[in-house]
């Protein structure tokens, strides 16, 4: 509370100091940052998000886009906002207008899928209630309606000089790209989610990510799951709170939905107060509201476009999809991540993570290139020093080469496998044509921690991804962290000179 106090005080401090000249100056400069922005140079029409209460800004703001592009405000009709073109722009003409422009009455109506992009004057201001219409729930229900494909998003902060760093509410943490007085930067919209250093969350593993492996990754900048899909409701629970001992910085719990104890383990992470949760393995409406109404943050993972939609519809706040080259269950469509990954942006608009196949920053480069804005790694961080997984599981892995994982148990839940007396034992039963019953039967209880957790590796079932082949090594999970992201870098800058002049 006193904190805000004082950002407002300083706010109406610094604009009390600008005259209306340097106001107008420092508007210019900061629409030429915006004007310059390629995404701005692409787009045909642009979507002005309000008003901003300063309307020397705004009516600048409305003539350096209108000069350029078909703009478009939003208009409050009963409850409901609508898109319209503004088409005053001979009036502004004359220069800045005393009053905040509004679009004629019958002028062009469009939907937000067809803007192509969206300029929100007035981040930073927002917390403070500086935006015209917040609290209506006007831009969530907006944005709600987008279906597909939603368009970038740029922020605009004024007068912000006098903070250290921009004041971001919920909807300033959903922008592309935030431009402010001193600075501007491309945000990554699964960092801010997740209040983490680098998009690379290490998914949930069963009996492979407790505490340990989770509070190292997320110590190292990434995001740490638990994963409590080989838990019960009390272990969980510790687990939860000695990765709090070991970190300060946030961490989230898996929670496979097909858990006998789905129910009991969501209870533990209410009652802990865990602020983010994956969930998998079943239907992303069970859980979300559920979820949202304790402040937790919700990701689910899927495997196809279609189930991504859902997801989106029922409101999660990212996706993570897993191509089938990941190690644990599997998608029965069999996507490779390569062909999924694009699919599935051109379906949602929610923050989007990629999963199956990535073990290093190339993968990441790979999977940022196609449209993802983080990913999910699971085998890599299975192999670390801090897995809980037995040793001689890991060395197992490391010995491993290409076509030593299959996809199996096909018709119970496709999981991929190491290829061992288990794994031969289900291919033969699959050959013969069993029935789902059998394999349950064979499954029995206990297989995946006979195997990946006591050690036997000819009668346990062991999990584990294609991209095994690439490891040789057992490094700190921080490590692997931090090597990522320097690979990612470099990658990412070598690619520049291969832009081939179109
Ligand atoms: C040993 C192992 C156990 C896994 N267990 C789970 C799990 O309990 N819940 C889940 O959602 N995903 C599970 N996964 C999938 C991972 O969270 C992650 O999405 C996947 O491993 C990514 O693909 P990659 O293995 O190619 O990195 C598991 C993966 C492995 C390798």
């Known amino acids: 509370m006193e904190n805000k106090q004082t950002l407002r005080k300083q706010i109406a401090l610094s604009k009390k100091q600008l005259t209306p000249q340097q106001k107008l100056e420092s508007s210019r400069r900061i629409h030429e940052r915006l004007m310059a922005l390629p995404e701005f140079q692409a787009a045909q029409k642009v979507l002005l998000y309000w008003s901003l209460p300063d309307e020397v800004q705004m009516a600048e703001l409305v003539l350096a886009c209108s000069q350029q592009k078909t703009v478009y405000l939003p208009v409050v009709q009963g409850d409901d906002l609508v898109i319209r ?31 192509d992009l969206v300029v929100v004057p007035g981040v930073g201001f927002d917390r403070i209630g500086g935006r015209l219409g917040r609290g209506k729930g006007f831009y969530d229900r907006l944005f709600a309606t987008a279906k597909g494909k939603s368009p970038f998003k740029v922020g605009v902060g004024y007068d912000c000089q006098m903070v250290d760093e921009i004041p971001r509410d919920t909807h300033d943490q959903t922008m592309d790209y935030v431009i402010w007085e001193s600075g501007e930067v491309r945000v990554n919209r699964v960092c801010a989610l997740f209040g983490i250093r680098y998009p690379i969350v290490a998914g949930g593993m069963v009996w492979c990510s407790g505490w340990r492996l989770a509070a190292a990754v997320s110590q190292a900048g990434g995001l740490g799951l638990i994963g409590a899909g080989s838990m019960k409701p009390d272990l969980l629970r510790e687990h939860i709170r000695q990765c709090r001992q070991a970190t300060q910085y946030p961490f989230g719990v898996n929670v496979p939905l097909m858990s006998p104890y789905a129910g009991d383990l969501m209870q533990v992470v209410l009652e802990e107060r865990v602020p983010i949760v994956f969930t998998s393995a079943g239907s992303p409406k069970l ?103 037995n040793e001689a599981f890991k060395e197992l892995c490391l010995s491993l080469g290409e076509g030593d994982t299959m996809l199996s148990l096909k018709k119970l839940s496709p999981t991929r496998l190491i290829r061992n007396a288990f794994y031969d034992q289900v291919a033969a039963a699959e050959s013969r044509g069993e029935e789902a019953e059998f394999f349950r039967e064979l499954l029995g209880r206990g297989r995946a921690k006979l195997g990946m957790f006591d050690g036997d590796l000819q009668e346990g079932e062991l999990e584990i991804g294609q991209v095994v082949a690439q490891i040789n090594d057992l490094p700190n999970a921080g490590q692997v962290v931090r090597q990522m992201i320097l690979e990612y870098n470099q990658r990412i800058r070598s690619l520049f000179p291969f832009d081939f002049n179109d």
Do not use: Y
């Open 85 to 115: 073109a503004f088409q005053g722009v001979d009036e502004l003409t004359a220069g800045p207008l005393s009053s905040i422009p509004e679009p004629v009455a019958g002028s062009e109506e469009v939907t937000l899928e067809q803007v």
């Open 287 to 389: 859980w979300t509201t559920r979820l949202h109404e304790a402040g937790i943050k919700v990701a689910h993972v899927v495997s196809s476009a279609k189930f991504a939609i859902k997801c989106q519809e029922a409101g999660v706040d990212a996706v993570v999809a897993e191509g089938f080259e990941a190690g644990g269950h599997n998608g029965k469509e069999e996507t490779t991540t390569l062909a999924l990954i694009p699919h599935v942006r051109s379906c949602i608009h929610i923050p989007l993570l990629a999963a199956g196949g990535i073990a290093n920053g190339a993968g990441m480069a790979a999977a940022m290139a196609m449209g993802a804005e983080g990913v999910q790694v699971g085998t890599r961080f299975a192999l670390t020093q801090e897995s809980s997984a």
